[in-house]
C-alpha cells in the first residue's frame, strides 16, 4: 500500500528557515498536503500542491514537489515559536478521496 | 464561523468497557469523517459520512466499532468493547463536498481515549 515517510522531530532557532522533508511511495499521487498540529488542536491544512506542479508559495511557506523522486517539502522561513508544532504530510493517490498521512514531524523553535 | 466540536476531551476506561464519542460538524457540511490517530502516527480514516449516508468503512473494525449520522448533522462513534490497542486520539472533521480532491477537511480537536 501506500507508504508516507517523514522524520519526526526538527530543531531550529527562532528566526532561521525550517525545512521539513517527506517521501511517497505512491506513483498515482495527485495531491500532496502539509497539515499543522498544535498540541491538544486538530489538525490545520496549511497548503497543497498539484502533483504537475514543482513549486509553490504562500506568505512564508514554500512548498517544493520532486515528482521524480517522490520527494515533497515544506520550507518555513522566519520561523516564530508560534510554529512549533507537529507538521503532517499527506498525499491522494489517484482515484481516492481520502489522503494517506506520514507519521508527523515534531518542530521545536527555540529562541 | 464555529468550527467542528467534540465530546469529551478526554476518557479513560478499563477494557472490555463502552465508550461513545460525539461530533458536532461544522454548520452546512455535508460530509463527515471520523480518524482514529494513535500516538506518534498520522490519522487514519475509520469512517466517512455524506449526509447521513456511509461513504466509505472499509477501515473500520466493525466487530467492535460503530457510527451513525442521524439527520445528517451530528455523529457518533461507539467502541464496544474496548481494547488496550484503541488508545488514541479520535479526531473528527467536516468538509463542503464540492466534488474536488482539495474539499478542505476541517478538524476537531479530538477526544484522546485511554484504554487500561
Known amino acids: 500500500g501506500e507508504d508516507v515517510e517523514q522524520s519526526l522531530f526538527l530543531s531550529v532557532r527562532e528566526g532561521d528557515s525550517s525545512v521539513i522533508n517527506c517521501t511517497y511511495t505512491?506513483?498515482?499521487?495527485?495531491?500532496l498536503y502539509w497539515y499543522k498540529q498544535e498540541p491538544g488542536a486538530g489538525l490545520q491544512l496549511l497548503t497543497y500542491i498539484f502533483s504537475n506542479m514543482d513549486m509553490k508559495q504562500d506568505q512564508r511557506l514554500t512548498v517544493l514537489l520532486n515528482k521524480k523522486d517522490k520527494h515533497l517539502s515544506l520550507r518555513i522561513a522566519d520561523t516564530q515559536t508560534g510554529d512549533s508544532a507537529i507538521y503532517f504530510c499527506?498525499?491522494?493517490?489517484?482515484?481516492?478521496?481520502?489522503?494517506?498521512f506520514g507519521r508527523g514531524t515534531s518542530l521545536i523553535v527555540h529562541p | 464561523e464555529a468550527g467542528v466540536a467534540q465530546s469529551p476531551r478526554y476518557k479513560i476506561i478499563e477494557k472490555r468497557q463502552s465508550v461513545a464519542f460525539w461530533c458536532n460538524p461544522i454548520?452546512?457540511?455535508?460530509?463527515l469523517y471520523w480518524y482514529q490517530q494513535i500516538l506518534g502516527q498520522g490519522p487514519k480514516l475509520l469512517i466517512q459520512?455524506?449526509?447521513?449516508?456511509?461513504?466509505?468503512d472499509s477501515q473500520l473494525p466493525k466487530d467492535r466499532f460503530s457510527a451513525e449520522r442521524l439527520k445528517g448533522v451530528d455523529s457518533t462513534l461507539k467502541i464496544q468493547p474496548a481494547k488496550l490497542e484503541d488508545s488514541a486520539v479520535y479526531l473528527c472533521?467536516?468538509?463542503?463536498?464540492?466534488?474536488?480532491?482539495?474539499?478542505?477537511?476541517?478538524f476537531g480537536p479530538g477526544t484522546r481515549l485511554t484504554v487500561l
Open positions: 454548520s452546512g457540511h455535508a460530509t
Open positions: 472533521a467536516s468538509s463542503l463536498p464540492r466534488g474536488g480532491r482539495t474539499d478542505t477537511q476541517y
Open positions: 459520512f455524506q449526509n447521513n449516508g456511509v461513504v466509505d
Open positions: 499527506a498525499e491522494l493517490g489517484g482515484g481516492s478521496y481520502i489522503p494517506t
Open positions: 505512491d506513483s498515482s499521487s495527485t495531491y
